[in-house]
C-alpha cells in the first residue's frame, strides 16, 4: 500500500489503519481523505506522517492518534482541526505536544 492507493478513497467515512507502520504512506495519501468522518491512525508511529497530513482533515468529527509517538506530528498538527468532536490521544507522551494536556486521555467537544 502507498500514497497512490488513497486515490481509490475518496469520499470514504471512516479508515482505520491502525498498527499502519508502512513507510510508503506519507502526508501525500490525506489528501484524498477530505471530508472524512472518522479516522483512526492509532499505533502508527511511522515518520512519513507529519503535521501537513491533518491540513487536509479539517472538519474531522473523529480522530484516533493514541500512542502514536513519532517527532513528526507536533502541535502544529491541531491548528487545523478546528471543531473536532473527539480526539483520542492516549498514550502520546511527546515533549513536542508541550500545549496539549497530556494527562487526557480523549477530548469530547458538547
Known amino acids: 500500500m502507498n500514497d497512490i492507493s488513497f486515490e481509490n478513497l475518496k469520499g470514504i467515512n471512516t479508515l482505520i489503519m491502525s498498527h499502519c507502520n508502512q513507510k510508503t504512506i506519507t502526508d501525500k495519501a490525506f489528501v484524498h481523505l477530505e471530508g472524512i468522518h472518522t479516522l483512526d491512525i492509532s499505533n502508527c508511529n511511522q515518520n512519513t506522517i507529519t503535521d501537513n497530513a491533518f491540513e487536509n482533515l479539517g472538519g474531522i468529527h473523529t480522530l484516533d492518534i493514541s500512542n502514536c509517538n513519532q517527532e513528526t506530528i507536533t502541535d502544529k498538527a491541531f491548528m ?5 468532536d473527539t ?3 492516549s498514550g502520546c507522551n511527546q ?6 494536556r497530556q494527562s487526557f486521555c480523549t477530548f469530547r467537544r458538547n
Open 80 to 84: 487545523h482541526l478546528e471543531g473536532i
Open 95 to 100: 515533549e513536542s505536544r508541550n500545549n496539549i
Open 87 to 89: 480526539l483520542c490521544m
